[in-house]
């Protein structure tokens, strides 16, 4: 009789776990988007001729950042510091402004109700360097400037992989073309272009507004944002809400297959990185008189151990919240994984595992980025080199990687040497005006949206503005296909008009309506 029992219990258990699965997807709360009848954008955002030959203006003066800061060119600087004062006159008239380390510009607007807590938007000016683009010796560029699409006057490419030259500020066929147009000019003019109208409507804010533009973000910020944000800590300031670049709207599916509709990926942290350079010894010499293993061959010994050893994947809270959000787009077994965590959380990790962008997400990730041996093909080095980066998703530390690697060089003549580092962020809450304000006006301009939160992997400027706020999102209202996410820090950038104007509108209504 037990035996029959238990063959019976044996029998129903899967089907009890099945139909357990089954209600339990059905029944999961996924985050629902309340779409628009048209699903069209409920208002005008074109931009303004005269916006785009403001913008156009500053994508022509190149602002490129150096990693040995002293070794800047800072007459573009001085120049688009010029530029911006001239384009924009009665900003600087109503707003206070202040430079922060000569270059570091910051902008205090005041508002009606001082006991109100002040928000902040950041940006950066500078950009990253143009392959074969020597700023010292290149001559102006022609230019075309053709908003509607009308046939356009011949131009020389800068190279076949640059439609435009890279600081023509060309427009044509609907886009803006050129260094910065995406990364990060366009929200620096965007926001002074949304005071501006604002400024001549007569509005003031409420509460107090802050805009603050560094100067070296594409190498660091640690003359520009860091200093910026001490200047704040210093005078006792707190915000609200702070916004920065991090996120965008992913066209749909460009960020995953399944997902149909515009993906709006809010950065609520970001992670953090570390760079180790590791020095692995061996027995040196002649090529003639090999040992049986040398330094080169340890190092690659270890590449293999931290390749091997990847760090466990885990859903934080922010990813939580992004399949929550996503999940009702996707299809019923991704959906049933979603829903069905506590057994079926192996199979989610697996799926976010096979696409190195979705994986990021996931773990606290090694690449193995350089490696360096003898200098000559005879000569056994004694010393060979081995360079790691880690991108840390929070949660984790430093030290928990740096004990990581220890662990796998044990057995080894190994020196870990810390070539660059920094904690991963905090995590900012949803649940606040803060986030809260960002699907209320993006709902304006893309009413298919999913607004979700997710981790900014790249580092950002907003990571130094900790000190000041506890509520950082780090997004920009810009739509991407595959193909333009791509041209960022790469050949052919450039932005729609379409996406110029809704950016310029929703920093706009964003001030506004704060």
Not at 176 to 193: A, N, P
Not at 201 to 215: H, V
Not at 478 to 501: A, K, P, V
């Amino acid at each position: 009789m037990k035996t029959k029992i238990i063959f019976a219990a044996i029998l129903v258990l899967p089907l009890v776990i099945v139909l357990v699965l089954v209600l339990r997807t059905v029944t999961y709360k996924f985050g629902k988007v309340e779409k628009n009848v048209s699903d069209k954008e409920l208002v005008n955002t074109t931009p303004s001729e005269q916006a785009i030959r403001r913008f156009v203006g500053g994508i022509r003066i190149p602002t490129i950042s150096n990693e040995v800061y002293e070794e800047t060119n800072f007459k573009p600087f001085d120049e688009f510091m010029t530029y911006l004062a001239g384009s924009y006159p009665e900003v600087y008239k109503t707003m206070e402004v202040d430079t922060i380390n000569t270059y570091g510009l910051v902008f205090h607007w005041k508002g009606k109700n001082s006991d109100l807590k002040p928000i902040l938007f950041l940006s950066h000016y500078d950009v990253v360097p143009v392959i074969g683009y020597d700023p010292a010796t290149a001559t102006a560029p022609d230019t075309v400037f053709q908003i509607n699409d009308k046939p356009l006057p011949p131009i020389e490419s800068y190279s076949e992989k640059w439609d435009y030259p890279p600081f023509s500020g060309a427009v044509a066929g609907g886009r803006i073309y050129g260094r910065g147009t995406l990364d990060m000019k366009c929200m620096l003019f965007s926001l002074m272009e949304g005071a501006d109208n604002l400024i001549a409507e007569g509005f003031q804010p409420e509460r107090d507004i802050w805009f603050a533009f560094g100067q070296d973000e594409e190498v660091s910020g640690r003359q520009g944002a860091f200093k910026i944000a001490d200047y704040m800590k210093g005078k006792g300031l707190r915000f609200d809400a702070v916004y920065d670049e991090g996120g965008i709207i992913a066209a749909p599916g460009s960020a995953m297959e399944s997902i149909k509709e515009p993906l709006a990926l809010v950065g609520v942290g970001e992670k953090g990185f570390l760079t180790l350079r590791l020095t692995v010894r061996g027995m040196g010499g002649h090529s003639s008189m090999p040992p049986a293993k040398g330094s080169l061959v340890y190092a690659a010994e270890i590449i293999e151990k931290l390749n091997n050893n990847q760090f466990p994947a885990q859903i934080i809270s922010p990813i939580a919240a992004f399949f929550d959000n996503v999940g009702g787009e996707m299809g019923f077994f991704s959906r049933m994984a979603i829903a069905n965590q506590w057994l079926l959380e192996p199979l989610l990790l697996k799926t976010m595992e096979k696409s190195p962008a979705s994986n990021a997400l996931v773990r606290t990730t090694t690449a193995v980025t350089m490696a360096k041996g003898s200098d000559a093909a005879n000569v056994l080095a004694s010393e060979a080199e081995v360079t790691v980066n880690f991108r840390i998703l929070p949660g984790g530390s430093v030290a928990g990687v740096i004990e990581h690697v220890k662990k796998l060089c044990e057995g080894y003549d190994v020196t870990i040497n810390v070539v660059s580092e920094r904690e991963p962020s905090g995590i900012s809450p949803e649940n606040v005006k803060g986030f809260e304000i960002i699907r209320e006006e993006l709902a304006k301009i893309y009413p298919a949206a999913i607004v979700t939160s997710y981790i900014t992997i790249g580092g950002t400027d907003s990571y130094k503005y900790q000190i000041v706020s506890d509520d950082i999102y780090r997004f920009l209202p810009i739509c991407l296909n595959q193909y333009e996410q791509r041209t960022i820090h790469n050949e052919n950038e450039y932005i729609s008009l379409e996406n110029f104007g809704k950016i310029q509108w929703y920093f706009k209504e964003v001030m506004k309506n704060y």
